[in-house]
C-alpha cells in the first residue's frame, strides 16, 4: 500500500476536516479571540487527523504487505484465507471472510464433483 493511495481514498476527509477548521478559524475571528486561542484550536484540531491517519495507514499498510508476502510464498494461493492474520480494522475483516467464503465454496465444489465422480 502506497501512501500517496491512502491518502488519496482519504481525501474527502481531508478536505471536510479543512474546511470545518477554516470555518471554525472564521468564526473565531469574527468573536475577536486571542490568536493563541485559534492557533491551538486549528493546531489540535489537525494533529488529531494527522495521527489517525498515520495510525490507520501503519494497520493496513502491515496487513497488506503480510498479506502480499504471504501470497508470494505460497504455493497453493488457495490456501490463503488459512494463513490470513485476524486484522483489527473493519476492512480488512471484511476481507478475511470473503477469502474465506471463497475456499470453503472452491472445497464445496471440489468435494461435490468428486462425489459425483465416485457414483458414475
Request: charged share 25%.
Amino acid at each position: 500500500m502506497k501512501c500517496k493511495d491512502f491518502i488519496k481514498d482519504k481525501l474527502m476527509l481531508i478536505v471536510g476536516i479543512v474546511l470545518a477548521v477554516i470555518s471554525i478559524e472564521t468564526i473565531l475571528i469574527i468573536y475577536n479571540i486571542s490568536i493563541i486561542a485559534k492557533i491551538y484550536i486549528g493546531a489540535i484540531i489537525i494533529l488529531a487527523l494527522i495521527i489517525a491517519l498515520i495510525v490507520e495507514y501503519v494497520k493496513k499498510k502491515n496487513f497488506y504487505n503480510q498479506l502480499k508476502n504471504n501470497m508470494e510464498e505460497l504455493k497453493e494461493k488457495y490456501l490463503i484465507s488459512e494463513i490470513i492474520n485476524k486484522p483489527n480494522f473493519t476492512e480488512g475483516k471484511i476481507l478475511k471472510d470473503v477469502v474465506q467464503e471463497i475456499g470453503k465454496s472452491m472445497l464445496e465444489n471440489v468435494n461435490y464433483y468428486k462425489n459425483i465422480r465416485r457414483r458414475l
